[in-house]
């Protein structure tokens, strides 16, 4: 079993709000929010009867930081080399490793939207009738954006 936590997610988007109300500024909200996303938690547990949540000991816990490069693993003694569930390390490890990559990807994207928002907005702030911007929209993701 993989355990995620939203509530960062929930925590970031009610921050987000308030600092663009605050400063009217989306680079400046975006990097408030940004420093709680650079935090990737991964965790697979087995689950003993009784367990309601994971344990040190039951548990593969994987915390990167993706900013600093910080990487921390905690190895639960049911997932050592002839234990019951050893061969969950290689899922977990994949997981890491997907995990890492996708917030990496999204990360870079919203660096790049919040970058060509905040130029439009502060072409429109410094009296450009017409926002300008510099080549066509280069965003690194596999969905479509519009204009309106």
């Known amino acids: 079993m ?4 939203s509530s960062v997610s929930v925590t970031a988007s009610v921050r987000f709000q308030s600092k663009l109300k605050e400063t009217k500024n989306f680079g400046d909200a975006l990097v408030e929010v940004f420093s ?3 935090q990737l938690e991964i965790v697979t547990w087995v689950a003993h009867e009784g367990d309601l949540t994971h344990k ?3 548990r593969l816990k994987t915390t990167i ?3 600093d490069g910080d990487i921390e693993n905690e190895l639960g003694a049911d997932f050592l080399q002839g234990s019951p569930y050893a061969e969950l390390r290689g899922f977990h490890e994949l997981q890491v490793e997907k995990g890492a990559e996708t917030i990496a990807n999204n990360l870079k994207t919203l660096v ?5 928002v905040t130029g ?4 429109e702030l410094n009296g450009e009738t ?9 965003f690194s993701s596999d969905r479509i954006f519009s204009r309106v």
């Open 65 to 67: 930081n993706l900013i």
């Open 56 to 58: 040190t000991g039951n």
């Open 120 to 123: 439009l907005l502060n072409g």
């Open 2 to 5: 993989t355990y995620a936590s």
């Open 112 to 116: 790049d939207i919040g970058q060509k």
């Open 130 to 138: 017409e926002p300008q911007i510099e080549g066509s929209a280069d």
């Open 36 to 38: 709680d996303l650079v």
